[in-house]
């Protein structure tokens, strides 16, 4: 439906609320509205409308809920959503509303949503000579019943407060239907104009906008599972019926409840409770992974150590963020809806009756996150079934306007996640359109000296981490291999060398990669050997980078990303740079293997007796050892137990190195124990890493899904875009095995059995590059049929 005619653009007023000042609060909620007379023209077939804010909006017409956003980005290109209002329209009088979060400048705010000097709104509709385009002619108001809890009362054990999202909220009488037409405005102020260019100078307005480059997010109407425990007077079934839809619950005055629901999965969900009376009552939401070993305390200013185990066991407690709701005054039907989506497995809803008994009507919740359309279906083992299942969902949780670390903690879109979600995006679809938009992120977030941002979009200028600016390179040289499209390609060109300039002139007297600035943060995983208790900012590295200068995975890592980049070079002909990015590495790899070699293992730093699996498996992937010596070292990797060993972000570069010795096959039962140990653990998610219980869903363990396409059903890319592709099953690890796989240059259906030989069959005429038992051989496959493999 978007228009390729931008020319409204132009005219586009914005508007806010008069008398505004930033304040000292992290964000506050205002309300816009403007009624308008319709009756439907026999031609009317759409009535598109553009719609932006600052910092973000929920758009209504006549009460209905018809877009939020605006999508995640920075700065210089800031989206707007087009949508069609026409089938919410009724001939007479009509409503379009929207609600408004404004994030400070003056104070952190969420850490992934950016705001620009100035607060705004803007919507641009015309049709038939009607405009209901922002203007004077709306009306505006502070919701101050609705307040982002500020930091005073965040609770520092659940870690930095990233989101500052959870809410306080009072039910307003006043505001019952401000969405809807009839509602009485005229006590609301008259809208400003939010940015006025002074006459004569070469203004532009702060926000640049674009066109949303991906599809809307869905709201899907979901039911919450089971009641897992309650408290007080109002039985458990009594509460199972009113999560179903089957009954109302009452609360009788004066009295407390708590119910814990769950749902079966982890999922990211808007929840929506609907009320009845219940003057001077108090309802806290709270939201939480799992039960927890009690820590003794509500809250506390500091984070503290805690304890996941069984998460389908409910002994503990919940920990996690909370939504209070305050009624007032007790109306008929009164409503509570949080502004931003929640992550939760359980959900606590714990009642204060007050003078009246509190009805609730209604516990609902809406699934949200990217539509991506999964092509890719796999049936295995039991086992790998549920690893891949899980991996699916973890994934899903973790993708909705960016890639998120994590959705239940911060949200946040790191360069390092970001490349294995890309990577895994790619197996499972065609859809690459949330990845072209990450691409274009980090290429706008580069600084002059070279790096790009750790993580953006970023709503405050955040810790950098040098090395995540290498794992940027890996995300071209992902699309290259996946897509190859030129165009996108060379347009990312300037910015790896940028980034490997940025590098190379950190290499110190021993040739290897030395010291970053003093204010970055040198992370490369979380190593229970590499904490530094209370200096999560000298943590996470090995002691001898702090000793020494220099970490030998941050030269390698180096070596790995110069290895990619000539690749791309010589992709789009640039043979020059990469012959010169070759030699880089080469003399890289002498350094390494001149001072950071000892007794048969790499050491973590140069003159150091320190030892990790990292320096192990990227002296491999970065070939700086090679051959029988390679296959030994990873052998010894392993089985040494002495090595630091890797968390879940890095296990899937372990698996890289060990497909590249040529273990895979003996070593992958072995490999996938993490999962079977989650698995065993009841998470229905993966969790971030082992030895904290901060996160239950993190998209870079997810790495399952990689392995399983490209290893067990062995589906890859031969040459880059898949111009031919390698199908190199590993039919020795299952029995049996059925699988539907997406590339760009067909669906490749594969299975094997017992009884059943490998058949091999492709929506597209493709040349295949068939690997089997050690026999590889180059075939032409036709579209349709079906090939029996021997």
Known sequence: ????????????????????????????????????????????????????????????????????????????????????????????????????????????????????????????????????????????????????????????????????????????????????????DSTWDTAVLAFRPAKMLPMTSPWKLTPRPIPLLPENPEAFDDVVKCEGSVSKEVWRGFIKGHNSVTIPSNETVAVDIEVNQLMTAFI?????GGKGSNVTHHYAECYEKNLGVESAPFPMPRSKSDRANFDGRLYGTKDIYIVTDGQQEHVFEPFWFRTFRYVQLKIVAGEQPLTLQSFTLRETYYPLEVTTQVQSSPELDKIWDISLKTLQNCRHETYEDCPFYEQNQFVSDSRLQMLFTYQLSSDDRLARKTLQEFHASQTPDGLIQAQFP????????????????????????????????????????????????????????????????????????????????ESCMPRAYTSTGAATFNSLLYIVALMQAAEVCNFVGRNDTAQEYIARANAL????????YEDGLYLDGPSTKEYSQHSQMFAILSE?????????????????????KCSYSMKFYLFRAVEKVGLYTKLFLVLIDPWRRMIADNLTTWA?????????????????????????????????????????????????????????????????????????????????????????????LKAGEEYSIT
Request: charged share 20%; with cysteine.
């Open 589 to 596: 790899r002498s350094s390494v293997n001149r001072n950071c």
């Open 458 to 537: 970023a709503g405050f200028r955040s810790t950098q981490i040098p090395q995540f600016s290498l794992y940027f390179i890996a995300m071209v040289y992902d699309h290259m291999q996946y897509f190859a499209d030129l165009q996108l390609i060379r347009k990312y060109l300037g910015t790896i060398d940028g980034i490997l300039q940025y590098f190379d002139q950190r290499l110190n007297q021993l040739g290897l990669v030395g010291r970053f600035d003093r204010d970055t943060w040198p992370f490369i995983d979380w190593v229970p050997e590499w904490n530094v208790p209370g200096e999560i900012f």
């Open 1 to 184: 439906m978007e228009s390729s005619d931008l020319t409204w653009i132009k005219s586009t007023k914005w508007i806010w609320s008069p008398n505004y000042n930033e304040g000292d609060s992290l964000g506050r909620y205002f309300l816009f509205r403007k009624s308008f007379q319709w009756f439907a023209p026999a031609e009317a077939k759409e009535f598109p409308v553009h719609v932006s804010a600052d910092s973000r909006y929920r758009l209504f017409v006549n009460g209905e809920r018809v877009s939020f956003g605006p999508c995640k980005s920075y700065k210089e290109r800031w989206y707007y959503e087009t949508v069609d209002i026409l089938p919410y329209l009724r001939d007479g009088e009509n409503a379009i509303s929207a609600r408004v979060l404004r994030y400070s400048v003056v104070e952190p705010g969420s850490s992934s949503i950016i705001r620009t000097e100035i607060p705004g709104l803007m919507v641009h509709g015309e049709v038939q000579g009607l405009s209901i385009s922002t203007d004077e002619t709306w009306r505006c108001l502070e919701e101050t019943c609705r307040q982002i809890m500020p930091y005073s009362e965040w609770n520092f054990i659940l870690g930095p407060p990233f989101l500052s999202n959870h809410e306080r909220m009072t039910e307003a009488q006043q505001l019952t239907g401000w969405e809807i037409p009839g509602y009485d």
């Open 272 to 276: 929506t409770l609907r009320c009845s």
């Open 624 to 644: 700086s050892v090679t051959g029988q010596a390679a296959t030994d070292l990873m052998s010894r990797t392993l089985h040494d137990t002495s090595l630091a």
């Open 688 to 780: 971030e890493f082992e030895q904290n219980s901060r996160s239950d869903c993190h998209g870079w363990s997810a790495s399952p899904v990689h392995e399983i396409v490209t290893q067990v059903f062995g589906v890859s890319p031969a040459i880059p875009g898949f111009g031919r592709i390698r199908i190199a099953p590993r039919v020795a690890l299952l029995e049996n095995a059925r699988g539907r796989l997406f590339t760009p240059g067909g669906i490749i259906s594969i299975s094997w059995s017992q009884n059943q030989p490998l058949t091999i069959k492709s929506t597209e005429d493709i040349e295949a590059e068939i690997v089997l038992n050690g026999d590889s051989s180059v075939r032409d």
